[in-house]
T-cell receptor
Framework: SQQGEEDPQALSIQEGENATMNCSYK?????LQWYRQNSGRGLVHLIL?????REKHSGRLRVTLDTSKKSSSLLITASRAADTASYFC?????????????FGTGTRLQVTL | DGGITQSPKYLFRKEGQNVTLSCEQN?????MYWYRQDPGQGLRLIYY???????QKGDIAEGYSVSREKKESFPLTVTSAQKNPTAFYLC??????????????FGPGTRLTVL
């Protein structure tokens, strides 16, 4: 089942602008992760936020997590054409076992020059 | 050069045939996973394995089979029982730690087309 739902499904911005993507989920989680996928390629891990964290930064990425609303957001600041990709949130509800991630449907980001 | 590899990149299969997708990792990860991705969709878990000679079904295991005879290898067989096998297949691996806050490392994928 697709626990995570990303919003918007598609986003088009100009280089230098900020891009914000949102993710909602349904059940309690251990952590939430964001991944990036270039067209026709595998996924690349961007950032992980634990259930007891509210905000995390990594370079131009900022992730927030609101467990009361079961939602997360990914902000990419000062976007570049190379940021063009699909972005997926994935929730991990398990503890002490293999991380069984449940992926959302993704946000397709297009950054134009 | 550490990483996770999948082969082949493209695979064509006739209806009624079984086909096996390869996944190898040299990251010394205990856990390995297989996902299926359909156009414009997220990933759905087919099977996963935490240790050699053991594996569990994911959300969409019907029509698929796996083996884990070596830590480095986790091949996926798409059988003729899979009704709609045309998709992009992704393999991933991760470490296992008590807190389990582990990222997954993905291979480049295999695109399977049934003719």
């Amino acid at each position: 089942s697709q626990q995570g739902e990303e919003d918007p499904q598609a986003l088009s911005i100009q280089e230098g602008e900020n891009a914000t993507m949102n993710c909602s989920y349904k059940t309690s989680i251990n952590n939430l992760q964001w991944y990036r996928q270039n067209s026709g390629r595998g996924l690349v891990h961007l950032i992980l936020i634990r259930s007891n964290e509210r905000e995390k930064h990594s370079g131009r990425l900022r992730v927030t997590l609101d467990t009361s609303k079961k939602s997360s957001s990914l902000l990419i600041t000062a976007s570049r054409a190379a940021d063009t990709a699909s972005y997926f949130c994935a929730t991990d509800a398990e503890t002490g076992t293999a991380s069984k991630l449940t992926f959302g449907t993704g946000t397709r980001l297009q950054v134009t020059l | 050069d550490g990483g996770i590899t999948q082969s082949p990149k493209y695979l064509f299969r006739k209806e009624g045939q079984n086909v096996t997708l390869s996944c190898e990792q040299n990251l010394n990860h205990d856990a390995m996973y297989w996902y299926r991705q359909d156009p414009g969709q997220g990933l759905r878990l087919i099977y996963y394995s935490q240790i050699v000679n053991d594996f569990q079904k994911g959300d969409i295991a019907e029509g698929y089979s796996v083996s884990r005879e070596k830590k480095e290898s986790f091949p996926l067989t798409v059988t003729s029982a899979q009704k709609n096998p045309t998709a992009f297949y992704l393999c991933a691996s991760s470490t296992l730690t008590p807190l389990n806050n582990n990222e997954q490392f993905f291979g480049p994928g295999t695109r399977l087309t049934v003719l």
